[in-house]
């Protein structure tokens, strides 16, 4: 249930109200608007009387909300969410390059990526420590000492870090990681989802390979739920009868859920094609069709990558794919 406030409420009143609302045992998420303020009700909302609220003088309107996301749900909260990671920010206008490769491989290889990305006009780096594979004799990931060096790039570059966990036992090991990835295989990992709800950094949420877009935005929820509302949705393509692909880019996910949501919304090209030279096309169109961000594979050497070298493009080409991009993204503010 969303409560929409006239303007300039009086504060005695919206005190009342606030506490009458909590002392039925219901959890209120004020958004405050340049021209309006709306409470958020969260919790049973079915034994309320909307007649009753919707009589009182600072009270505009009283709406259900039929979709069982609240939190993550845009008629609860308008504004778009700007997400502040260091000295970047996810959201609001602002194009969020995060570019690395798949996996962590040695001190060398993530140093030398994390500064030609940087150069290039990435702002944040990717890079897998831990690595979820389809077959247990691949490349697992360099795991704790993966971590270590994703620091010791970041100290190099000063690019904030995003990297993937795979459960909650490794959450002590991630403290120095600035935005916590939830890979397409634990987007329904509720007990995982719960933990990060705990924790208080951005988590990347990628949709999982046949989850419907409400799917993906309870699995927001579940994080949200928890206190944590610093939650950055990722589109990274969807299994379908298409083979040519490794994944089917899902363009339509960007207007459906920055229509449903208030979340920001970044697309991995990357992992939606399994092709380098799917990249750069995929890339354009998602941000002509309004994405936030982009999470972006670059390895220089793909042809020895240890992981996912195909989809992989090389340092320079992410240079070229970086001026392209910036000419589309000021075209479309204009």
Request: net charge negative; with cysteine.
């Amino acid at each position: 249930m969303i409560v929409l406030l006239k303007q300039n409420p009086d504060k005695a009143q919206l005190d009342s109200l606030i506490s009458w609302l909590e002392s039925k045992g219901v959890e209120i998420h004020p958004t405050v608007g340049a021209t309006q303020t709306i409470l958020g009700l969260v919790g049973d909302t079915s034994h309320l009387d909307i007649d009753l609220i919707s009589a009182l003088d600072i009270v505009e309107a009283v709406r259900r909300v039929q979709e069982p996301y609240k939190n993550a749900n845009r008629k609860f909260h308008p504004q778009d969410t700007v997400i502040k990671v260091g000295n970047t920010q996810i959201g609001g206008g602002n194009l969020t390059l995060i570019a690395g490769p798949c996996s962590v491989e040695s001190e060398e290889q993530i140093c030398e990526i994390a500064m030609k990305v940087k150069e290039s006009g990435a702002t944040m780096l990717r890079g897998g420590a831990f690595k979820p594979r389809t077959s247990p004799y691949s490349f697992q990931g360099l795991r704790n000492e993966g971590l270590r060096l994703l620091s010791i790039a970041k100290k190099l570059t000063g690019l904030p870090i995003v990297t993937e966990i795979m459960d909650i036992s490794q959450l002590p090991n991630f403290d120095d990681v600035d935005v916590i990835q939830v890979g397409a295989r634990n987007m329904q990992n509720f007990e995982l989802l719960k933990a990060l709800g705990t924790v208080r950094k951005p988590i990347l949420l990628k949709r999982g390979l046949s989850s419907t877009y409400e799917e993906l935005l309870m699995s927001a929820e579940y994080i949200m739920a928890g206190g944590n509302n610093e939650v950055i949705l990722c589109e990274r393509g969807i299994r379908t009868f298409e083979t040519y692909t490794r994944n089917t880019l899902d363009v339509a996910a960007i207007p459906v859920l920055k229509q449903l949501s208030h979340l920001p919304i970044i697309i991995d090209p990357s992992h939606s094609a399994g092709k380098s030279a799917l990249v750069s096309p995929l890339s354009c169109a998602a941000v002509a069709a309004g994405a936030d961000g982009l999470i972006i594979e670059v390895h220089n050497d793909p042809a020895h990558a240890l992981c996912d070298g195909p989809q992989s493009i090389r340092p320079e080409a992410f240079d070229s794919l970086v001026k392209k991009l910036n000419v589309i993204s000021d075209t479309i503010k204009e």
